[in-house]
């Protein structure tokens, strides 16, 4: 029960109350758009750490997004507090029909898993306390917002057409300085702006944005000038949605964010968004500007850069979700790929030497040839444990392992070509020796065995011929591992089969050949 006693009346619009340390706040939204009432109570810690993701669905999620969330997460777990996901989506003509997909399949493959906020790829369900979690379910908190402002004259109506403010800034560009608004409608006379809107024309609201703003400290980058370059900039466009700026230092607060930890490419409008939080009466939360991913070369890392930025490619690419934190610097942090595949090789190794590690990548072998080989998908643990053996050390990924063409003997398969024997003198027999041979090793087969009943002083044919016959029915490829590791990877029955069917294959060619010659030979004599 809220009485006068406990309640703290701020404006009209919150009432806050203090009970037994805990801060709890209880909003009446009013819109008088709608003429709605909408009740929200907040029961959060003082002291609670939250850190928010907030990407706009304007495209597919990228590296230094993907980073941005992960220092985000990890930060509120260090502090045992927690971790948001907002989407922000006032952007509406940039909107991309697979981004909100793309976030979510990112977060979870990474196990990002947020705190609040939406709980699965269609963002439709959600949970937490501060919702709704997407921004353009939030209009009327913020026309609330906006009002205040309107109300208390620290924003105005401007009916400046785009048309105008292009050739502003066009006149800008042109004598070399930044694009600035003129304030032409900043101090228009209450019956101008009552004959315009009474016209129905269309209007934005301005912040009025003083001569000078103060300095402000951040976190990472230390003091930054409290420059507003742009002068006067918009909070709400004419269409009633709020600016990135606005809906971002709203919903940061009445979400109770503590810690911002957004790209360096943000440090900009940091100076706004301090000037909204004062002119609003908020509190702001400590920021954090995190320095950008740049490539090899130095430069910010961009969608012209050979390497693709996007998460999606690296995780179709089979790389590993695991991750380190290390000190945060303001310089920008370099995407090696190189020393990503050398890590990505090194952590898949490190994993391989435990009996876990190795049923885990076991369990993602048989993922990835589900997609493709459902048959191989069945194979046992111990059958792929001996396929993997000889060959996981040389791969940066279990997906690598499958799709490479050095591996893929070990999936797709079928009896070899005649004419891939041509140069090699007495195939058949060749072959016929092989299957006597591996016939004598016994199991488990081991490579010295092999080598010394293949290779041995006494084999009638030399160890090129014998080489070259055995990779060609086990692959029908002309290069890949050694021939030895490759009877190992598939086993004594396997390989056997795959030899005997080459030979009979190839012998029942030939036969069909010869009768075939002799049709030929009668029909001429005749």
């Known amino acids: ?98 981004s909100m997909a793309s976030i979510w399949q990112a977060l979870k493959f990474t196990g990002l898993v947020p705190d609040e906020g939406p709980t699965d790829e269609s963002m439709q369900r959600e949970k937490g306390e501060f919702g709704p979690y997407i921004q353009s379910q939030r209009l009327n908190i913020y026309r609330v917002y906006a009002d205040k402002l309107l109300e208390e004259q620290k924003v105005y109506r401007c009916f400046c057409s785009s048309h105008r403010l292009t050739l502003i800034k066009h006149a800008a560009y042109q004598s070399g300085q930044i694009p600035k608004y003129d304030r032409r409608c900043r101090d228009m006379s209450e019956s101008e702006v009552s004959d315009r809107l009474r016209r129905k024309e269309p209007f934005t609201l301005r912040v009025r944005v003083p001569d000078s703003v103060d300095d402000y400290e951040d976190e990472v ?127 898949l190794n490190q994993k391989w030497a435990t009996p876990e590690g190795q049923h885990s990548i076991i369990k993602e072998l048989k993922e990835h040839l589900a997609d493709n080989y459902l048959d191989e998908a069945m194979l046992d643990d111990r059958t792929l444990l001996r396929m993997l053996e000889p060959r996981i050390r040389d791969v940066k990924t279990v997906k690598e392992f499958v799709e490479s063409n050095e591996t893929k003997f070990l999936w797709a398969w079928e009896a070899p070509l005649k004419t891939s024997f041509m140069k090699i003198h007495k195939h058949h027999k060749v072959i016929d020796y092989a299957i006597q041979q591996i016939s004598k090793c016994e199991e488990p087969l081991e490579k010295k065995e092999l080598e010394r009943f293949l290779h041995g002083p006494d084999a009638p044919f030399t160890k090129s011929a014998v080489s070259n016959c055995i990779r060609l029915c086990l692959s029908i490829h002309k290069s890949g591992p050694r021939v030895l590791d490759m009877i190992l990877m598939l086993g004594k029955e396997e390989s056997l089969r795959r030899l005997q069917v080459s030979v009979d294959t190839l012998r029942r060619r030939r036969d069909q050949d010869d009768l075939e010659a002799k049709k030929i030979k009668l029909e001429e004599q005749m």
């Open 1 to 98: 029960m809220i009485s006068a006693s406990n309640a703290v009346k701020l404006d009209k619009n919150w009432t806050w109350l203090i009970v037994s340390g805990v801060e709890r706040r209880t909003s009446f939204l009013h819109c008088r758009y709608c003429s709605k009432l909408t009740i929200q109570r907040r029961d959060v810690e003082r002291s609670e750490v939250r850190t928010r993701f907030a990407p706009s669905p304007t495209g597919i999620l990228h590296l230094g997004g993907l980073r941005t969330a992960l220092y985000n997460y990890l930060f509120a777990k260090k502090h045992n507090g927690s971790f948001i996901l907002r989407v922000e989506d006032t952007d509406r003509a940039r909107i991309h029909d697979k």
């Open 221 to 347: 980058h230390g003091s930054i000038p409290g420059v507003i370059e742009e002068g006067d900039f918009i909070i709400v466009k004419s269409d009633g949605y709020p600016t990135y700026h606005f809906a971002n230092v709203v919903d940061d607060h009445l979400m109770r964010i503590s810690h911002v930890l957004r790209g360096a490419e943000w440090l900009p409008a940091a100076p706004r968004h301090l000037f909204l939080y004062r002119q609003l009466g908020f509190q702001p939360p400590k920021i954090h500007h995190l320095p950008l991913i740049a490539n090899e070369s130095g430069r910010k890392l961009s969608k012209r850069d050979n390497v693709t930025i996007f998460v999606s490619n690296f995780i179709e690419k089979g790389y590993s979700a695991e991750f380190d934190l290390g000190s945060i610097r303001h310089n920008a942090a370099v995407l090696n790929v190189k020393k990503l595949d050398h890590l990505s090789r090194l952590h």
